[in-house]
């Protein structure tokens, strides 16, 4: 079976969905919400193609709706051990010895710092 | 130069009839002929002063028997990741946003192999920030199939398994976040290790969903991988999530017969029905029934949630991407997007942020939703809810079975281009990775055949946290009993 028989066999499932955002957004307006919260530059094209499979993927990934995880504790990360604390000890940071090795790679540096451009 | 496993090249050392110099002139020659990709960069310059030194070491040592058992991977030449960082030497995850980012300190593992001998000669490519499944979405072009130049060699980790399979390296370190070492281990041919979440330091590691990377090794055989892996594992000051369980010397266990007669072996329906290509589903049976030929018992075993992995899977890593790809503003170090004075500071950090991938930016918008106000609830706790069945699902599969059996993908390497343009077809090449990927448990592809056009198939072993020795060890028998 090829991978269109994959996504065929989970159809079934995208009866059931509905799109995940209730408001009547737009495609286009989810995605310039979203890309102003994460601070990111689209161009056209890219909010209609991105807008267009978000809806797909968040469509797909409704089927979480059909599992029952009343009273599941979320699993937020695979080793739940204690997390140990270390010593709060000061010791050399790389800051302190490699000044200018770290700067190297900054996109522009004014004496022992970074620069930036004006922003207001 | 014999082959360039690990064995087959110290047995030419042992022999004094190749230096560690020459091996690595040979190979930086052969990545200068080769036309896959693979490489990023390359460190010409660093690789030949440390293999230099090694040969210091080498003229100077009149038992080289000590000198391997001093430096077990004494003159094995290497090639790393390009997520994973070596100090002075370019890492760009991928990226353009990282394209001139040269790292001020080594990934904890980096130090340990190059203190164990090993030579580097240089970055591999991979999916931007390790997001693919083909390695098309490298900012700088795609890896090339070893063997097949129209097909994907698979991803994230595409230029780690090309390397090793075209003989540029001995071995490669990879990153495996829901498949990233598995899936171009089996496109193309090589053996690939997802260790137990919290087994191997992910200091250093450039981070894209940090409750689910692991970094692994790929090589050309089990035993390579065994002894790359007890050379990497272990608790790291450096890394919190690191765990402080004993490292086995894990070669040690393929050194005697394994009695496979006592095996069970689980089967889980759900990754082995229906959605396969006849030619992976035959090798993967094929598989079963040389462990079963053993005395090893196949026992059908269920994991009722794993098809729900792949969504939990995708809110849960691209919520995580979302979060440490933030770091990325332009300030600090990597690329910042000219721009014309005044817009203010969003317009400054957007305009730099330009520079990451479609795929990224699509994980990033993807991954702020699902965290938002509003939607937490309904998605990154949803499917944190659904990761803790999975993993019980894998928790009682193990009360049951030693070991779970399935194939790596659904089908071997596919064309370039066949997928990129719809994600969710793409993010579905990871329908048999992510599971385990989720419940943070070890699991390995090791190859188990060829299809009729010669592409390779990878069989998947997957074995209970912290287990390691017991899935190499089985692996390999596998591995040795099928040549």
């Not at chain 1, 302190?96 to 790679?105: D, F, G, M, R, V």
């Not at chain 2, 063997?147 to 060699?153: C, E, G, Q, Y």
């Not at chain 2, 017969?257 to 082995?272: A, C, H, M, R």
Request: charged letters at 25%; a negative charge; hydrophobic letters at 35%.
């Amino acid at each position: 079976m090829t991978f269109s028989g994959l996504t065929e066999s989970f159809a079934f499932l995208k009866d059931s969905i509905k799109f995940s955002d209730p408001m009547t957004q737009t495609n286009s307006e989810w995605v310039e919400k979203m890309a102003s919260l994460s601070r990111l530059e689209l161009t056209s094209g890219e909010v209609e193609r991105l807008g267009e499979q978000a809806q797909r993927i968040l469509q797909y990934v409704d089927q979480l709706g059909e599992v029952n995880t009343d009273g599941v504790e979320p699993l937020i990360h695979p080793n739940e051990v204690e997390i140990s604390f270390r010593k709060d000890e000061a010791s050399p940071s790389l800051s302190s010895e490699q000044k200018e090795e770290i700067l190297a790679s900054a996109p522009e540096v004014f004496h022992e710092g970074y620069r930036v451009p004006p922003v207001l | 130069m014999k082959a360039l496993n690990i064995s087959d090249l110290h047995q030419s050392y042992l022999t004094r009839t190749i230096s560690p110099s020459e091996v690595v002139r040979e190979l930086l020659s052969r990545i200068d002929q080769s036309k896959t990709n693979s490489f990023l960069t390359v460190c010409r310059e660093r690789a030949l002063a440390q293999a230099r030194d090694l040969d210091v070491l080498f003229e100077n040592s009149k038992q080289i028997e000590e000198l391997l058992e001093k430096k077990p991977l004494f003159g094995i030449p290497i090639g790393v990741k390009d997520a994973i960082t070596v100090r002075g030497v370019r890492t760009t995850a991928g990226s353009r946003i990282l394209e001139n980012y040269v790292p001020p300190f080594s990934a904890t593992v980096v130090n340990q192999l190059e203190q164990a001998g090993c030579v580097i000669l240089g970055k591999l490519n991979m999916d931007e920030f390790a997001m693919g499944s083909s390695n098309e979405n490298s900012a700088f072009g795609a890896v090339l199939h070893p063997t097949h130049p129209d097909r994907v060699a698979g991803g994230s980790s595409g230029g780690s398994a090309c390397a090793v399979r075209e003989g540029l390296c001995s071995f490669a370190l990879g990153s495996d976040t829901g498949g990233s070492i598995r899936l171009p281990a089996s496109f193309c041919g090589v053996t690939g290790v997802k260790p137990t979440y919290g087994r191997v330091s992910r200091y250093g590691l450039i981070a894209f969903a940090s409750s689910l990377d692991q970094i692994g090794p790929l090589s050309l055989n089990v035993e390579d991988s065994a002894r790359v892996l007890e050379v990497i594992s272990g608790k790291d000051p450096m890394d919190a999530t690191s765990a402080p369980v004993l490292v086995r010397k894990y070669s040690d266990f393929m050194k005697n017969q394994t009695d496979l007669s006592s095996l069970k072996i689980g089967v889980p329906k759900e990754l082995n029905e229906g959605t396969f290509d006849p030619e992976v589903e035959n090798s993967i049976q094929e598989a079963l029934r040389w462990f079963e030929s053993r005395g090893a018992k196949g026992i059908e075993i269920s994991l009722p949630h794993s098809k729900y992995a792949i969504s939990a899977y995708y809110i849960i890593a691209l919520a995580e991407a979302s979060s440490n790809l933030s770091r990325y503003d332009g300030v600090e170090y990597g690329q910042r997007k000219k721009q014309k004075t005044g817009g203010g500071l969003e317009k400054f950090y957007s305009s730099t942020r330009s520079l990451f991938g479609e795929e990224v930016k699509r994980r990033i918008l993807l991954g702020t939703f699902c965290l938002s106000s509003g939607y937490y609830d309904a998605y990154y706790k949803k499917a944190c809810q659904v990761r803790r069945l999975i993993r019980r699902d894998f928790d009682q599969a193990f009360n049951q079975v030693d070991l779970i059996l399935s194939a790596v993908s659904p089908s071997p390497a596919f064309r370039l281009g066949e997928r990129t343009s719809d994600p969710l077809k793409m993010y579905l090449s990871d329908v048999l990775t992510v599971p385990s990927s989720l419940a943070g448990v070890p699991a390995l592809s090791v190859p188990s055949g060829e299809n009729r056009e010669g592409l390779p198939i990878g069989l998947q072993l997957i074995g209970p946290s912290f287990q390691e020795e017991r899935l190499l060890q089985i692996a390999h028998c596998f591995e040795k009993g099928r040549v």
